[in-house]
């Protein structure tokens, strides 16, 4: 059941409700009539016994379902806490990846050893050597 907190209601208001209510067909108000109840003043104690042992049932189940709710938040913290771990182990995996892959890809060592000038001739002197082999290729051919 949902209680809101209690709304002033000013004069305006009431007669709003009461303006646009005037239509509605009238209830008849019904008085309720409360019930007495006969409080027995003795108890037998059969009945007795059978109250106060059903009274240790529920606070025994009331005490288990406490256990029960005290073990799931613990379980949930551990969870959250296994989480975490697991979220920073791949945080650093990831890095290292990203670290090692950057290293295999781009070695440093190859860029600045080598200049660009000398990369540009071997590329020329392939070039030459791969229109010399064709033409030997070629040569080479018999003819029919």
Same mark, same amino acid.
């Given at each position: 059941?949902?209680? !809101?907190?209690?709304?002033?209601?000013?004069?305006?208001?009431?007669?709003?409700?009461?303006? +646009?209510?005037?239509?509605?067909?009238?209830?008849?108000?019904? +008085?309720?009539?409360?019930?007495?109840?006969?409080?027995?003043?003795?108890?037998?104690?059969?009945?007795?016994?059978?109250?106060?042992?059903?009274?240790?049932?529920?606070?025994?189940?009331?005490?288990?379902?406490?256990?029960?709710?005290?073990?799931?938040?613990?379980?949930? +913290?551990?969870?959250?806490?296994?989480?975490?771990?697991?979220?920073?182990?791949?945080?650093?995996?990831?890095?290292?990846?990203?670290?090692?892959?950057?290293? !295999?890809?781009?070695?440093?060592?190859? +860029?600045?050893?080598?200049?660009?000038?000398?990369?540009?001739?071997?590329?020329?002197?392939?070039?030459?050597?791969?229109?010399?082999?064709?033409?030997?290729?070629?040569?080479?051919?018999?003819?029919?």
């Amino acid at each position: 059941m949902i209680f !809101f907190k209690k709304k002033d209601v000013g004069k305006e208001e009431v007669e709003k409700i009461k303006e +646009k209510t005037k239509d509605f067909p009238k209830v008849e108000e019904t +008085k309720i009539e409360k019930e007495e109840y006969s409080i027995p003043l003795f108890v037998k104690i059969e009945r007795y016994e059978e109250i106060l042992s059903v009274l240790d049932e529920l606070k025994i189940l009331i005490r288990d379902a406490s256990n029960a709710i005290s073990m799931l938040n613990e379980i949930e +913290k551990m969870r959250n806490e296994n989480l975490a771990v697991i979220q920073r182990s791949f945080e650093k995996l990831k890095e290292k990846i990203e670290y090692f892959d950057s290293k !295999f890809k781009k070695p440093r060592i190859l +860029k600045e050893s080598i200049p660009k000038q000398e990369i540009s001739s071997i590329e020329e002197s392939l070039n030459k050597l791969k229109s010399e082999l064709e033409k030997m290729k070629f040569e080479e051919r018999p003819k029919i």
